[in-house]
């Protein structure tokens, strides 16, 4: 199993930048796959971006493509996502995920809130 612990969320105003860091501990040598998810208030989980871990391929929902950037420290066990021009709509609990080569994620951070004030 691979714990997951997510810091940097947090209130903000629209339009500004926030970073948000997940650290993996335990199997991350099974890792494949790092993923941020969010869920809205009242909606399901969603997708926002993931990276593949040892080559570094990435892929974004079409929502945050162009503002939000995904990114990993190997030697750290870290993935970041860095979320610019922030809107309300990205308000939601922010969720990092592993994925160790099968179809779902795996295992699963307890979450950190963002909140985007107009």
């Known amino acids: 199993q691979v714990q997951l612990v997510e810091s940097g969320g947090g209130l903000i105003q629209a339009g500004g930048s926030l970073r948000l860091s997940c650290t993996a501990s335990?199997?991350?040598?099974?890792?494949?796959?790092m993923g941020w998810f969010r869920q809205p208030p009242g909606k399901e989980r969603e997708f926002v971006a993931s990276v593949m871990w040892s080559v570094g391929i990435t892929s974004y929902a079409d929502s945050v493509k162009g503002r939000f950037t995904i990114s990993r420290d190997y030697a750290k066990n870290t993935v970041y996502l860095q979320m610019s021009s922030l809107k309300p709509e990205d308000t939601a609990v922010y969720y990092c995920?592993?994925?160790?080569?099968?179809?779902?994620?795996?295992?699963w951070g307890q979450g950190t809130q963002v909140t985007v004030s107009s």
């Open positions: 335990g199997r991350t040598f099974s890792l494949v796959r």
């Open positions: 995920a592993a994925n160790k080569g099968g179809r779902n994620y795996d295992d």
